[in-house]
């Protein structure tokens, strides 16, 4: 199948960030981290893990979530900055959100809600 040119990769990713249900299970997923913050703890695993594998060239977003998270695990106002990161939909909100460290958080059943609603 040849890909018409809107459908090149780069239209695809920004097509797939930009859907409506990839925003909202971000916000399925930071009420889940708000109602229980030890969550948070199988985020900072992933990133520890990814790093020692030593298998990513730029970790700026490992790094910016790390912070995001630790400061979030530390304060009131660091949970309020991440929560209002997971709930925004902007360009670089989006950006960071490319290289989530939250595999594990959410259950399939969990994911599936907004996978299959959004392939159907």
Same mark, same amino acid.
């Given at each position: 199948?040849?890909?018409?040119?809107?459908?090149?990769?780069?239209?695809?990713?920004?097509?797939?960030?930009?859907? @409506?249900?990839?925003?909202?299970?971000?916000?399925?997923? /930071?009420?889940?981290?708000?109602?229980? @913050?030890?969550?948070?703890?199988?985020?900072?695993?992933?990133?520890?893990?990814?790093?020692?594998?030593?298998?990513?060239? &730029?970790?700026?977003?490992?790094? /910016?979530?790390?912070?995001?998270?630790?400061?979030?695990?530390?304060?009131? =106002?660091?949970? &309020?900055?991440?929560?209002?990161?997971?709930? &925004?939909?902007?360009?670089?909100?989006?950006?960071?959100?490319?290289?989530? @460290?939250? @595999?594990? =958080?959410?259950?399939?059943?969990?994911?599936?809600?907004?996978?299959?609603?959004?392939?159907?």
């Amino acid at each position: 199948m040849k890909l018409a040119q809107s459908d090149s990769p780069d239209s695809l990713a920004l097509q797939f960030l930009q859907n @409506p249900l990839i925003f909202q299970r971000w916000c399925y997923l /930071a009420d889940k981290l708000e109602a229980s @913050p030890d969550l948070l703890g199988i985020a900072l695993e992933n990133i520890q893990r990814w790093t020692d594998a030593d298998r990513l060239g &730029d970790r700026w977003a490992l790094r /910016a979530w790390k912070s995001k998270i630790e400061a979030a695990r530390d304060t009131d =106002v660091g949970m &309020d900055s991440l929560m209002e990161l997971l709930r &925004d939909d902007g360009e670089r909100a989006r950006q960071l959100k490319s290289c989530s @460290p939250f @595999p594990g =958080v959410l259950s399939r059943e969990e994911r599936d809600r907004f996978t299959c609603a959004w392939t159907l």
